[in-house]
């Protein structure tokens, strides 16, 4: 059995060991990203497991190549790969569900925080001297904000959303959420409210949700007029879930007062992103799921996905 990993640096920079991979066959692994179809056809060749990520597996990508049986995608999100396309063919397409559930939300609180804190940009003023030449106890260069009392909106309230809530409630806030279907885990965190009613009450919005047509753009200018003055947007889900022209005026114009992305529509950030440019735009380079232990998760889920397919029992399959 033949296994192309078509990108594992950034899965696996050094720090962990494919060998649980090799145990299924001979395992071939490329190092880094590519947008380039022919570059993704000849990494796969005439493998029959491909394991997948970032790289685009398209139809054509498919057709090219012929042998392919099984394709895992080390990632909850399995867009980059055209899972339709792989059903018609007969081809089983597996995710990984729920491996970063912590280290998501964790770092979805973090941007908040970084947002009402400044805590990094005021260490760095203190290390430039400028605390020592002040001539004051203390000096603070953005607005400092207590969370406490004041009411988080989270859009897509499944584990992660959850989590999120949870830690916003910890932190003293009302938490209400929006989702197309509600759970009784989640009525015991949230308030469960209309997507429009969230966007009147939240002062911060958190996004959590997947990309679907349905969901792509769905903060755009319309959406953001519904939403309160001075909010705050967080989103390490999607970067396609925004309009990212419609959120820089926001932040420009002061609508929404800051906005922490992990996340963006095209990645790597091209140099011409409106957000790049834009009042109170906290971003980072999609490293939300990247703790060791969430990708020692991947591996090992990834591995088990390659178990159960070979014994004929796939498992977090996404085009049954």
């Given amino acids: 059995m033949k296994i192309t990993v078509i990108e594992g640096h950034t899965m696996n920079p050094g720090d962990l060991s494919w060998d649980c991979l090799r145990e299924f066959g001979e395992l071939s692994v490329f190092e880094h990203y590519t947008d380039d179809e022919n570059e993704v056809i000849r990494r796969i060749g005439d493998a029959e497991i491909v394991v997948a990520n970032k790289s685009g597996v ?20 399995y867009d980059p ?25 964790q770092f979805a609180i973090s941007l908040l925080l970084e947002i009402c804190g400044r805590a990094a940009h005021h260490s760095e ?8 030449s002040s001539g004051e106890w203390c000096f603070w260069d953005y607005p400092l904000i207590e969370l406490a009392g004041k009411t988080m909106g989270i859009i897509g309230f499944g584990r992660i959303g959850q989590t999120v809530g949870t830690i916003a409630g910890a932190l003293g806030m009302k938490v209400i959420a929006y989702n197309r279907s509600r759970s009784p ?22 996004l959590h949700c997947p990309l679907f047509p349905a969901t792509r753009g769905m903060i755009n200018r319309e959406s ?6 001075g909010v705050i947007l967080i989103n390490n889900s999607r970067g396609p879930l925004i309009v990212e022209q419609d959120l820089a005026d926001a932040l420009n114009s002061g609508k929404i007062y800051a906005a922490g992305l992990d ?14 440019s834009a009042k109170n735009c906290l971003i980072t380079p999609h490293i939300s799921w990247a703790p060791r232990e969430s990708r020692e998760r991947i591996l090992h889920i990834t591995a088990d996905n390659i178990r159960a397919f070979l014994k004929g029992e796939v498992q977090n399959v996404v085009n049954k």
């Fill in 125 to 132: 003023a203190v290390h430039q001297g400028r605390w020592a």
């Fill in 58 to 77: 398209s139809r054509r990508v498919i057709d090219a190549c012929p042998n392919i049986k099984y394709i895992t995608i080390m990632a909850t999100g």
């Fill in 224 to 229: 953001i007029a519904k939403m309160k003055d």
């Fill in 263 to 276: 996340v963006v529509s095209t990645e790597p950030i091209r140099n011409d992103n409106p957000l790049l």
């Fill in 185 to 206: 885990e989640g009525e015991k965190i949230a308030e469960y409210v209309a997507l429009d009613e969230l966007y009147e009450r939240a002062d911060v919005i958190s």
């Fill in 81 to 105: 790969v055209d899972y339709i396309y792989a059903k018609e063919k007969g081809i089983p397409v597996s995710n990984v569900p729920a491996y970063g559930t912590a280290s998501v939300a």
